[in-house]
């Protein structure tokens, strides 16, 4: 009943090799000394050519719900000098397909906090931004149909405790009074977590991509990142094409992909390896 789907998402930067996300909110509070940067992208001639090359503290490549919260975060932060780059249009990649569940209690301290935060954020998103995310705080679900996963379920009751989430072991009649179109064959038990829910993953996107903007941050669709640029194993900047076919290039202090499915492409013009593979799931509406 509970699930969710996600991307990892990577910062290309020393030696080749990749940092997470957490990585990145370690750093941004950090000063830029004297590479401190204006809240616009700067641009100049390289070399008093016709080539453009601007100037970022940061690039977020993927315009997807990973990319507009890596975007959001940085400018929350402080980093004004952020440019998001997609190569059509926001959430135009696999956060359009997503479900949207949010399930909170997860397998290790850090997502479950992370997934804690994730639900405060969405109660007070639309507010801040004008765009809605459509958040449903409905609860979740998770049913047991053997000895062994009913122990599992009795250890995330107490697992969730620890976090003050309100999750209760429940009878499977209890189960089904929640959602009545659930069969009882088989069902030895259940956990019910009221504070979980669902939203729509474009809206909260552009909710994000629209916090971003009015922290700072600049958001261009319909540009393509065509290379990397490395320079003695650090990654320096990105080669970009407009919809109108100019190449531009915009240097970064950090560059993140956050490409979703076409990350694997976006690493290898950096030389780095991402494991990520597509998978299909499915899922249905109801009344």
């Known amino acids: 009943m509970n699930a969710s789907s996600s991307s ?6 020393h030696r080749g090799g ?4 957490s990585t990145l909110k370690s750093s941004a509070g950090q000063g830029g000394g004297a590479r401190a940067r204006a809240a616009t992208l700067r641009a100049t001639r390289a070399g008093g050519a016709d080539r453009l090359v601007e100037h970022a503290r940061a690039v977020v490549i993927g315009g997807g719900v990973g990319g507009t919260s890596i975007a959001y975060h940085l400018a929350e932060a402080g980093w004004r000098d952020v440019a998001l ?9 696999s956060t359009f397909h997503s479900a949207g569940l949010v399930g909170q209690l997860r397998s290790t301290t850090t997502l479950t906090r992370m997934m804690m935060y994730g639900t405060s954020l969405y109660r007070r998103l639309g507010a801040e931004t004008g765009v809605d995310v459509s958040w449903h705080e409905v609860g979740s679900l998770r049913l047991a149909s053997s000895k062994e996963r009913f122990e599992e379920l009795q250890r995330q009751a ?9 999750l209760e072991l429940i009878a499977p009649e209890e189960a089904q009074a929640k959602f009545p ?5 088989g069902v030895l038990g259940a956990v019910w977590l009221p504070t979980d829910g669902w939203l729509d993953p474009s809206g909260l996107a552009q909710a994000l991509a629209a916090g971003a903007r009015a922290k700072g941050a600049q958001i261009r669709q319909h540009t393509r990142v065509v290379g990397v640029n490395v320079e003695h194993g650090r990654v320096t900047g990105v080669e970009i094409e407009a919809r109108e076919g100019e190449r531009s290039t915009i240097e970064a202090e950090v560059v993140v992909n956050a490409a979703g499915m076409f990350a694997p492409e976006i690493g290898r013009m950096a030389d780095v390896t991402i494991p990520i593979i597509p998978m299909a799931h499915q899922y249905l509406f109801t009344n």
């Open 8 to 13: 990892q998402q990577n910062r290309l930067g």
């Open 18 to 21: 990749t940092h997470t996300e």
């Open 85 to 93: 780059v997609d190569r059509a249009e926001l959430t135009s990649g």
């Open 158 to 166: 107490g697992w969730a405790k620890t976090f003050g989430l309100p």
């Open 181 to 185: 179109l659930m069969a009882l064959d």
